[in-house]
């Protein structure tokens, strides 16, 4: 079975650093791109980036390039992100998920395998 | 950043009911358009890509149409398992970004 298996919630305080994984099964990990989608309470879904696990080629919403950064381990199938400093405005539900179906500029697009998101609250 | 609208934000129909949702997109991004549902406490599940194209495995019942700037979602005839969220999103230009989604419930 394809699928995406992400880790716990997670609560944090301003400030602090966290990394959350999503590991993939059931299909080739290394011939697909990997993109991260978030949903800050009330907000509608927010596309934070993409990687390709292969060779590691990330690409970034502008508005949080700098903010976070994603990585993968292709040896163990897990791509992550990660934030150095934590802030409030950072509380959201995180999805990964597989990415198919690229358009004309890109080679990513539609996610058509999602984890099953990990909840993500800073507060102090 | 592209921005994406939908109408109506929220719809009450009947199984057995033809149900159209639209996109629009602040900008020409061609057929670069996905439409997903989503189910409460669930992750969307793709339905359509390319703006017209069914996801494998995807009921015929679901279509999608339109090019450019303005989109379409329809339902030919609603199930009782599609009373569901449905998302908008174009792949056109980075940042992708989303609709606020269509809440279809039962009448």
């Known amino acids: 079975e394809v699928q995406l298996v992400q880790s716990g919630a997670e609560v944090k305080k301003p400030g602090e650093s966290l990394k959350i994984s999503c590991k993939g099964s059931?299909?080739?990990?290394?011939?697909?791109?990997i993109g991260w989608v978030r949903q800050m309470p009330g907000k509608r879904l927010e596309w934070v980036g993409v990687i390709f696990p292969n060779d590691a080629d990330t690409r970034y919403s502008p508005s949080l390039q700098g903010q976070v950064t994603i990585s993968a381990d292709k040896s163990i199938n897990t791509a992550y992100l990660q934030w150095s400093s934590l802030k409030a405005s950072d509380t959201a539900m995180y999805f990964c998920?597989?990415?198919?179906?690229?358009?004309?500029?890109?080679?990513?697009?539609?996610?058509?395998?999602w984890g099953q998101g990990t909840m993500v609250t800073v507060s102090s | 950043d592209i921005q994406m609208t939908q109408s109506p934000s929220s719809l009450s129909a009947s199984v057995g009911d033809r149900v159209t949702i639209t996109c629009q997109a602040s900008?020409?991004?061609?057929?670069?358009l996905i439409w997903y549902q989503r189910k409460p406490g669930k992750a969307p599940t793709l339905l359509i890509y390319?703006?017209?194209y069914l996801e494998t495995g995807v009921p015929s019942r679901f279509s999608g149409g339109g090019s450019g700037t303005h989109f379409t979602f329809t339902i030919s005839s609603l199930q009782p398992e599609d009373f569901a969220t449905y998302y908008c999103?174009?792949?056109?230009?980075?940042?992708?970004?989303f609709g606020p989604g269509t809440i279809v419930d039962i009448k």
């Open positions: 998920a597989r990415s198919v179906y690229g358009s004309g500029t890109y080679p990513f697009g539609a996610f058509d395998i």
């Open positions: 900008q020409d991004i061609r057929n670069s």
């Open positions: 390319d703006a017209s």
């Open positions: 999103q174009q792949y056109e230009n980075l940042p992708f970004t």
């Open positions: 059931g299909y080739p990990f290394l011939s697909y791109w």
